[in-house]
């Protein structure tokens, strides 16, 4: 039964309890259950060590599990007597508690023995003045209870990851999420077998991934992006079967993408996005037949992607290899990705001409070419430029062109010049024909128009690959 009371739901939550009482007065006519004495004190004085001790509660909640809720708590019945099994402290409601300046994890909060969550939001905020380090030592008190346990949005939590999580094997979410952590990530993370959901993004730890991450084989959301991790992914990896989303992005990971990775046949989200990985992309890839983001950009990939089977990801979203060094041709096998709404190309070595296929993808709401080496003309309709408007990019590609005349002002592909008479020399097509002195005013045109444009596009398109990638992250904490 969940005490937890929140807001405009404060009165139907009265209404339940009464009901709720009632009923059990009627069962058995005995009064609501107490709660041991113990348990009451160390509660109390866990909270003060988080929001201070002008804070007592004892009168104003009398019996925090019954009917006078504490916000934030949530307790269970064990053994006829009230236990606390849920602990959020932070703003995380109007009315919660707001934290202290000065903060301590008291010993009493380890005393908490049926505490199954724990969560801590926006709580200490003070890198400077009031750094806070997690204690390292009484963990495995809770190692009998503790399912779920989060640290988010604390500038002021430092140091490093307490060893003695490894005791909390019955964990199943463990989430670090924007705090100021430091140091290696232990080994002994990879004790906690239980977890499904382990988030250490946006802190600054570096080192390797432990190799004991892959014994974490119930895990469904793996995500470590945005810290300074560095060394090869471990082989191990390709172990975590289960998982459905993993987001490295933005470290120094470096080496080969093997082909372990492909091991993880339900993964939906892959983001490995602003990291050092080299040696190309492998058709095992494309074989992740679940994927439906993926996400490569600002990587050394190099190589190319024509050989791939790009349409047997009949699931993907999202394809974003911008920024990898790609050389080669488009190739066609894209369109055959009938799902695919961002399509991010930009940035490479590419050449030859833009498949005139991609504009029949039923859903491609952006498509982003902007900065590679394509030739030719643009084959792409009027309707085509008008339905996608910026988030057609084409620009600083010097030898690409459209149609002129075929088109009006406000539907031209932004920073693409219009073909003129005499400067189609470098389209693949037979008809290509050398113009005279045109190339050089032209390119000389585009450059300086393709210079200027660029950073406003590039914010615009870095705005819109952000939109997607914070819901795709939303998506993973809700
Ligand atoms: C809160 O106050 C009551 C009485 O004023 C006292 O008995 C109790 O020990 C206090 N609790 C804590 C945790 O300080
Ligand atoms: C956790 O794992 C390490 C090796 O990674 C092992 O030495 C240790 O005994 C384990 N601890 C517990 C509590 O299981
Ligand atoms: C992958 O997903 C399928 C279908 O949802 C499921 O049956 C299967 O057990 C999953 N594989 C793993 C290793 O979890
Ligand atoms: C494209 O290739 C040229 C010449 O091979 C090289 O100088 C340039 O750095 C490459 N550009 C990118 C974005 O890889
Ligand atoms: C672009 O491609 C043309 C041939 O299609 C080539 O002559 C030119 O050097 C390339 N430019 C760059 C910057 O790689
Ligand atoms: C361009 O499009 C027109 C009509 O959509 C088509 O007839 C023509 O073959 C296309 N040209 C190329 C090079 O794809």
Redesign the pocket.
């Known amino acids: 039964m969940r005490m937890l009371l929140r807001g405009s739901h404060f009165i139907l939550g009265v209404c339940i309890l009464c009901l709720g009482v009632w009923c059990c007065a009627q069962a058995d006519s005995t009064d609501a259950a107490p709660m041991e004495k113990a348990e009451q004190a160390a509660l109390y004085s866990a909270i003060q060590g988080f929001v201070g001790d002008w804070w007592n509660g004892s009168d104003l909640y009398p019996d925090p599990c019954g009917w006078t809720p504490i916000q934030g708590v949530s307790c269970d019945i064990v053994g006829g007597q009230w236990y606390v099994t849920a602990l959020s402290i932070g703003p995380v409601h109007d009315n919660s508690l707001g934290c202290a300046t000065k903060v301590e994890f008291r010993a009493q909060l380890f005393q908490l023995k049926h505490l199954k969550s724990l969560t801590f939001f926006n709580c200490f905020i003070s890198p400077r003045r009031h750094p806070v380090t997690i204690p390292d030592d009484k963990w495995e008190k809770l190692a009998g209870s503790l399912e779920l346990l989060e640290f988010r949005s604390h500038q002021g939590l430092i140091g490093q990851l307490p060893t003695s999580f490894g005791y909390l094997f019955k964990l199943q979410s463990l989430v670090l999420l924007e705090n100021g952590l430091t140091g290696e990530l232990p080994t002994n993370i990879g004790n906690l077998t239980n977890l499904n959901r382990l988030v250490l993004a946006g802190n600054r730890f570096t080192g390797q991934i432990p190799d004991s991450f892959g014994r974490l084989k119930k895990l469904l959301i793996l995500d470590l992006s945005r810290n300074s991790l560095s060394g090869h992914l471990p082989f191990a990896l390709g172990c975590l079967t289960s998982l459905l989303k993993l987001d490295l992005s933005n470290n120094h990971l470096e080496g080969k993408l093997l082909g372990d990775i492909a091991y993880l046949k339900n993964l939906t989200l892959l983001d490995l996005r602003n990291n050092k990985f080299s040696g190309g992309l492998t058709q095992s890839i494309v074989e992740m037949h679940s994927l439906e983001e993926l996400i490569l950009s600002r990587n050394p990939l190099g190589g190319d992607i024509m050989s791939l089977e790009w349409q047997s990801l009949q699931n993907l979203v999202i394809l974003d290899l911008s920024n990898v060094g790609l050389i080669g041709e488009i190739p066609g096998s894209l369109s055959g990705l009938k799902r695919l709404r961002y399509l991010g190309l930009g940035n490479n070595n590419l050449t030859g001409?833009l498949p005139?296929k991609l504009a029949s993808l039923p859903t491609l709401n952006a498509l982003y070419v902007n900065g590679n080496n394509l030739t030719?003309?643009l084959?792409f309709?009027e309707d085509f430029y008008g339905k996608m408007v910026r988030r057609f990019g084409a620009w600083n590609n010097p030898n690409l062109c459209y149609p002129f005349g075929l088109m009006t002002a406000t539907n031209a592909p932004y920073g693409v010049k219009p073909c003129r008479r005499g400067i189609t020399l470098l389209e693949p097509?037979s008809r290509a024909k050398l113009g005279d002195g045109n190339l050089n005013q032209n390119s000389h045109f585009i450059a300086s128009l393709g210079f200027s444009s660029y950073r406003i596009h590039g914010l615009w398109q870095f705005f819109l690959v952000d939109t997607s990638i914070t819901v795709l992250l939303l998506n993973l904490f809700l």
């Open positions: 001409n005139p030719g003309v084959n309709s097509n």
